[in-house]
């Protein structure tokens, strides 16, 4: 599978912060092709190390959450939750020497709520200047080796 030399980066978010309903969602997959993979959540917390640690496995160089601002989620903790999953994963990964910068988190505003396109295109910025995931591409290579 040719990816043009582009990053990959799969986006959990919260289904509750602005401007993220199936036809936002579908506007941004246009205009992203297959560089943004888009995984709605009821709940950044949700989110689980191992979404995100599959993600870096099977498709993504990047993988990243969004979620609403502190003290506005529905659940009352789960952006709290879904920010501590995410650290601990970063500290995951680096310890096996990746880029902790391949999973992140970015927390909504309450005074400036942003939306979903914004985030997106934040994030891909931000992640502009790494290299092709190393996981990916190695499991990419043993499954053509092994005939899968």
Known sequence: MSRGGKLVLALFYCRHIPESSDRDRQ????EYGHCLRLFPMPCSGRIESLHLLRALEEFADAAYVVTCPAGECRYFEG???ARKRVQWTRELISSIGLDAERIGVAKNSQENPRALFEFADDIMESIAHLDPSPVFNECQSQAIESGK
Do not use: V
């Not at 506007?27 to 246009?30: A, I």
């Open 27 to 30: 506007k941004l997959e246009e």
């Open 79 to 81: 952006n709290l939750w």
